[in-house]
């Protein structure tokens, strides 16, 4: 006998997910304004900078979450798969960082003036939170983050619409290429873990103020930029 298909208003994935969708707005707008901005060509390589102030903290904020996971008490039923999952994410983000400064030097941007920029202080508040939540209070808060982070992937449109808009050659769009394509199956990961894991609500919301703390602070880094002159 098979088993009946679970209902989506009982999976922890769809509901956080739905919360997301509340206040994702902000930031789908300013990315919409970004990509219609008549100064796209200029803004790119600074949003591809942007992007990787945020990208190059993935592998050790996922490393210092999986660290925190192992450590958790014993009697802590989301200390292993907690930890195993984020062993496993550790390797899914490795190099994209590298493979994004590829991308700035086709631009004409070298490594040194990137890596020798102080990131902003929304993007240092942005990556900071998730450091102080998962020391300080609970590697949980981490899913949150990155539901938001792999949640919207590019799709293969939208590539081609940068390609057309900024006129830079299709090889400076690697990072979004490779994005638009493990994203997908990426994010369909996490919500499998997270549909797995005995969660309470209370912990349910912390993952809620994590993600919903995430997307208004990449909305804000994004307005920022497109406010520049």
């Known amino acids: 006998m ?4 679970v209902a989506a208003e009982s999976r922890a994935s769809v509901r956080l997910r739905r919360k ?19 100064r796209l060509r200029e803004l790119w ?21 999986a660290e925190q996971a192992r450590a958790l008490p014993d009697d802590d ?6 930890a195993s999952y984020l062993d496993e994410h550790v390797d899914e983000e490795l190099h994209h960082d590298e493979v994004l400064l590829d991308d700035l030097e086709l631009l004409g941007v070298d490594r040194e ?32 983050y990155i539901a938001v982070m792999e949640g919207y992937p590019p799709t293969p449109e939208l590539i081609e619409t940068l390609v057309e808009r900024t006129g830079y050659p299709r090889a400076a769009f690697k990072t979004f290429t490779e ?6 199956g990426h994010r369909d990961h996490l919500d499998r873990i997270l549909d797995s894991l005995p969660l309470t609500p209370p912990q349910e ?9 995430t997307a208004e602070l990449a909305a804000r880094a994004l307005e920022e930029l497109l406010e520049r002159k």
């Open 20 to 38: 997301i969708a509340l206040v994702v707005q902000p930031y789908s707008a300013a990315c919409t304004a970004l990509v219609s901005n008549p």
């Open 113 to 144: 003036s990137v890596l020798g920029r102080m990131p902003p202080p929304t993007i240092a508040a942005l990556v900071g939170c998730q450091y102080y939540w998962l020391r300080h209070y609970h590697p949980l808060t981490f899913l949150g």
């Open 45 to 65: 390589p600074e949003f591809l900078i942007l992007q990787h102030e945020i990208i190059r903290a993935t592998v050790p904020l996922t490393e210092a979450a």
């Open 77 to 82: 039923l989301l200390a292993d798969p907690l």
């Open 179 to 184: 994005h638009s394509e493990l994203d997908p």
């Open 2 to 5: 098979t088993q009946a298909p």
């Open 205 to 213: 919301a912390v993952l809620s103020i994590s993600a919903m703390t």
